[in-house]
T-cell receptor, first 116, second 111 residues
């Protein structure tokens, strides 16, 4: 298995531009997670899908952030408009589960975003 | 606020020594997991311990869980330079299904 695939691996953009991050979870997994990691705030859960349905989006910072999961094999995280404070590494993770018991999460390599 | 808090924040040891990292949490949990993150990479799952378990082993890793003290420890025996990484604990609360990660311990193993 190729593991969780994220693209792009690196993104440099200017403030105000739209940024779209992509994730392909491990085949057969039914839960998908978007995290953001910064030195200041550590690893934060942004949103979590189970069976393509958003379950918990309480970590999404504000309306500039949106996430979709149109099918079991693809998800996007969009930032519009982007701001310098959005600069971070964004991780996608997937797992098989999603009920009351959370199982092992498998992380992608991350997208390193820099907003100038 | 972060559910898990790792201690120490940074640890530097010599190859061959044992490394112990601790994690404390505040609310009841279903399970606690430890992850490793190498610089510039994603997190990798190491071990999961359920709330009804007290100790678990996996290779050179030993994890303990004390639910009465709301704490866990990760012991890496006979450390190697390749163990250099950040180690995170993550808890799944009984009240929900999301994992909450601590801020991590940066382990440096000197050859």
């Amino acid at each position: 298995d190729a593991g969780v695939i994220q693209s792009p691996r690196h993104e440099v953009t200017e403030m105000g531009q739209e940024v779209t991050l992509r994730c392909k979870p491990i085949s057969g997994h039914n839960s998908l997670f978007w995290y953001r990691q910064t030195m200041m705030r550590g690893l934060e859960l942004l949103i979590y899908f189970n069976n393509n349905v958003p379950i918990d989006d309480s970590g999404m910072p504000e309306d500039r952030f949106s996430a979709k999961m149109p099918n079991a094999s693809f998800s996007t995280l969009k930032i519009q408009p982007s701001e310098p404070r959005d600069s971070a590494v964004y991780f996608c993770a997937s797992s098989f589960g999603g009920g009351p018991i959370q199982e092992t999460q498998y992380f992608g390599p991350g997208t390193r975003l820099l907003v100038l | 606020s972060q559910q898990g808090e790792e201690d120490p924040q940074a640890l530097s040891i010599q190859e061959g020594e044992n490394a112990t990292m601790n994690c404390s949490y505040k609310t009841s949990i279903n399970n606690l997991q430890w992850y490793r993150q190498n610089s510039g990479r994603g997190l990798v799952h190491l071990i999961l311990i359920r709330s009804n378990e007290r100790e678990k082993h996996s290779g050179r890793l030993r994890v303990t869980l004390d639910t009465s003290k709301k704490s866990s420890s990760l012991l890496i025996t006979a450390s190697r330079a390749a163990d250099t990484a950040s180690y995170f604990c993550a808890t799944e609360r009984t009240s929900g299904s999301r994992l909450t990660f601590g801020e991590g311990t940066q382990l440096t193993v000197n050859p």
